[in-house]
């Protein structure tokens, strides 16, 4: 009823008047605004992974998991853990006519059996750390085999799990280390922001990642030369167990998760989404170290080739960013060094005068230096080289105002 | 000289002689985005890596004091100095200019003691925690709590790194849309590589920055909230605390006549607390600790009855319930040999669910895995891992892989 209606009506209820209020009180609006945790969670249920959102209570994890549903057109089916007994998610007892021949089946609860008959849905298991360990128990298996007592869920069903933060779980609920391996890991915070505005009147409307279809196969590709091209140089990254007390229960590098992180970084490639989403998932199952190497390795994949710069050095486009290109010079000298004859080496400095056309001299320093110092005795120096006085200079001036420095701190002491 | 152009050989020199005095830096200091500026007083940062250069100031300085600006200017940066700034501010609720300021100035404390020398010339009109009369080798947060805006601060009221160092907006920012700024992943992926580079090397960076790196993506958690956790999941574990036994019919029983249902069983977990008198442990020391372990227990439902705690050096002493805490007496001192304590704590009865034992590590461990499970909070020993002079043979065992180890202090 409008409100205006109701304040004509001096007759109308308490119960009324209450109810317009509420109504008024829900009438907010939306606005469009990026959220990586929500695009994260989008593409790690997508890729049919288990998920373990971390995260206090009262966040709008519910909330999230709500506006998931929705855009994926699922059925949202929530159970709270800790409110219910091993037997709810093992399957409860039945006694059938002759149970020495027949056996106990064991029945699944009414959610499991309207899940399966749905034959798509998705399932938020809340509130795990609050449940004893039996519960736990019985709820890892729902998570990981995707059974509930005899009923196996069908595969059009995805599985989010919560949990609260060790430091302020009540009790002990703590994942030991083959456990954490098999989920992806995300830390779910609130933005203050958000809330604030949220509470004004005006709700965040994340737009989800669209995977796209034509880009399928680049993205698989992309994924495994990306995980391939890593742990084929740093073997050691394979598997490494957790240790210490700090990263207990965290995500931890194993063939299991790598595995994992494929699957992530071909859905993220896929979808295109920015590389902040990629951050979150791989750390989130890789762990910190080994999934910030990753992302290094990542964003070397999308840096020039030093053969394809030395074969064409005139067009060559060398990054923006400075340690990007500090990155591409020195491959690029270090390619020349591999394979050292007269016109590659001509090339390399077309590319550093270029680099000093169009960039920061002090940047080609160390390169120019080290080019120069693989001269033959024939070969002359390139007229191209006269561009590469200023950074002669420059670099003279450093060593100046270095030896100025020395001097001066030398007197302090 | 404010009509002057940008003198961009004279800035990138002095990134040289930076990147040269501090190897290690390299990566970050390529990083740094230059944006010529009218309005910065003289160097200052914002949180996307981007660094605004007064051409004015480039004109005026040195090489070399430009070189230390430049590594002084990429340590807030690096350290996170606006977002462990930002979330000081809401933590304490602080608010307006005058407090950016304060940050701003206890960031530059934090870096400016160990940033200067060995090549790098510190900057005219630097803030040096001494001019406050702060002791050095502090965090950001430890000198926001030693010091106000007063008559000391007066000569930095000028003072202005940009959002990078405090986290407050400033109006010449380009912001998060402006060209050329750094995403979230790639300030990572820089402060990664720099980190990777220092503990790759040790021995090349200074130890400030050692300790950085290694703090960079594993920040230390606090001792209370790891001890908290270890003890919580060693008493609320399969045996101990709340679970299901068949010991008794589940209430459900009744609809389901000849099955049998296990039932929320309680019983509480006994706990035993062995504590390490030997003479390297400070009362103060083993008070904390031992507060945090009982308060934790009666937490998870252990009633006070059944914690106990024992005294042990090189002889376990005395068993006293906890009930008595406030006055335990901890007897001891000279060498320990914990495992007559693991012994002793074994053989009570009835049996503890859990051992907390609390040490400084100095002490034999026992050689099998005790029949319960076991927390160790081990006291930190700046030392630990080194020799002792009088006898470099001798490495205390570290605590047995059986144990979860908490470092505290």
């Given amino acids: 009823m409008p409100v205006s209606t109701l304040s004509a009506l001096p007759t109308a209820s308490q119960l009324d008047i209450a109810g317009a209020l509420t109504t008024l009180l829900r009438d907010t609006t939306t606005e469009a605004r990026p959220d990586t945790q929500l695009e994260a969670l989008t593409l790690a249920v997508a890729a049919d992974l288990p998920v373990l959102l971390w995260g206090e209570p009262g966040i709008g994890k519910t909330a999230a998991l709500t506006q998931l549903a929705d855009d994926l057109g699922l059925p949202l089916t929530t159970v709270i853990a800790s409110v219910h007994e091993p037997s709810d998610f093992s399957g409860l007892p039945v006694v059938g006519d002759d149970p020495a021949e027949q056996g106990v089946p064991m029945a699944p609860p009414d959610w499991a059996v309207r899940l399966v008959r749905a034959g798509h849905g998705l399932l938020f298991l809340d509130e795990l750390s609050t449940a004893p360990p039996a519960v736990q128990a019985a709820l890892l298996r729902l998570v990981l085999e995707r059974r509930v007592g005899a009923l196996q869920l069908p595969p059009g069903v995805r599985i989010v799990a919560a949990a609260n933060p060790r430091s302020s779980a009540a009790d002990g609920w703590e994942l030991s280390p083959p456990l954490a391996n098999r989920f992806v890991h995300l830390q779910w915070t609130h933005d203050q922001d958000v809330v604030v505005r949220g509470l004004g009147g005006t709700w965040p409307r994340a737009t989800l990642p669209r995977l796209r279809p034509e880009r399928l196969g680049e993205a698989v590709d992309f994924a495994r030369r990306a995980v391939c091209g890593l742990l084929a140089a740093r073997p050691a990254l394979v598997h490494r167990l957790p240790s210490g007390e700090t990263r207990r229960g965290g995500p931890w590098p194993s063939p299991r998760s790598w595995d994992m992180t494929l699957t992530l970084i071909a859905f993220a490639t896929a979808a295109g989404v920015s590389r902040d989403v990629l951050s979150l998932l791989v750390r989130g199952t890789v762990g910190d170290g080994p999934g910030l190497e990753l992302l290094a390795a990542v964003d070397r994949l999308d840096l020039p080739d030093p053969e394809t710069l030395l074969a064409d050095p005139a067009a060559a486009v060398l990054p923006e960013r400075g340690d990007l290109r500090q990155a591409v010079l020195d491959g690029v000298v270090a390619a020349v060094r591999n394979r050292l004859d007269r016109s590659r080496w001509d090339a390399a400095w077309t590319l550093l005068v270029r680099a000093v056309e169009t960039g920061a001299p002090d940047l080609v320093v160390v390169p120019a230096t080290t080019l120069a110092a693989l001269r033959r005795e024939e070969w002359d120096v390139p007229p191209s080289i006269e561009a590469l006085t200023g950074v002669v200079s420059v670099s003279r001036r450093a060593e100046d105002a270095a030896a100025r420095a020395a001097v001066a701190t030398k007197g302090r002491r | ?409």
């Avoid at chain 2, 005058?98 to 701003?104: D, I």
């Avoid at chain 2, 200074?206 to 790891?226: I, N």
């Avoid at chain 2, 270890?230 to 008493?235: F, G, H, L, Q, T």
């Avoid at chain 2, 020799?387 to 892989?401: G, I, N």
Wanted: charged content about 25%; aromatic content about 8%.
């Fill in chain 2, 1 to 409: 000289m404010t009509g002057g152009e940008l003198d961009r050989d004279k800035l990138f020199a002095a990134r040289l002689q930076a990147v040269r005095a501090r190897p290690f830096l390299a990566t970050a200091l390529f990083a740094l985005h230059v944006v010529e500026s009218r309005r910065v007083p003289t160097m200052a940062v914002d949180r996307y890596w981007r660094c605004y250069v007064s051409p004015w100031f480039v004109d005026r300085t040195p090489v070399e004091e430009l070189a230390g600006a430049w590594v002084h200017e990429v340590s807030h940066l690096l350290r996170d100095h606006h977002g462990r700034g930002d979330r000081f501010a809401r933590q304490e609720g602080l608010t307006g200019p005058g407090e950016r300021l304060r940050m701003n100035i206890a960031a530059d404390c934090e870096i400016n003691d160990d940033v200067y020398g060995d090549g790098l010339a510190a900057p005219e009109g630097a803030v040096w925690p001494g001019t406050l009369g702060l002791p050095e080798g502090k965090l950001m947060e430890e000198y926001l709590r030693l010091f106000r805006l007063g008559s000391r601060t007066q000569d930095f009221a000028w003072l202005d790194c940009g959002s990078g160092s405090d986290g407050l907006d400033r109006e010449w920012d380009l912001g998060p849309d402006g060209a050329h700024g750094l995403s979230e992943q790639e300030r990572d992926a820089v402060r990664f590589r720099v980190a990777q580079g220092i503990t790759g090397r040790p021995g090349h960076a200074p130890r400030a920055w050692k300790r950085w790196a290694e703090e960079a993506f594993h920040p230390p958690q606090a001792w209370r909230d790891l001890l908290g956790a270890a003890v919580r999941s060693a008493v609320s574990g399969p045996g101990a605390g709340d679970d299901y036994s068949y010991g008794r019919p589940s209430r459900r029983s009744a609809g389901l006549p000849g099955v049998i249902l296990p039932s929320l069983r309680r019983r509480p977990p006994r706990v035993s607390v062995v504590i390490d008198t030997s003479g390297s442990v400070s009362d103060a020391e083993l008070g904390s600790a031992l507060l945090e372990v009982s308060a934790i227990t009666r937490a998870v439902g252990g009633r006070r009855d059944l914690v106990s705690v024992l005294s042990c050096d090189a002889a376990a002493r005395v068993v006293h319930p906890l009930c008595r805490a406030e006055g335990i007496p901890l007897v001891g001192g000279g060498g320990t040999d914990l495992r007559t304590g693991f012994a002793r704590a074994l053989r009570t009865h009835p049996r503890p669910d859990v051992v907390v034992a609390l040490t400084d590590g100095q002490t034999p461990w026992p050689s099998d895995r005790p029949a319960c499970r076991t927390v160790v909070g081990l006291f930190d020993r700046p030392d630990r891992g080194s020799w002792v002079e009088d006898d470099p043979d001798y490495v205390p065992d570290s605590p047995p892989a059986w144990a979860r180890v908490v470092n505290i202090g």
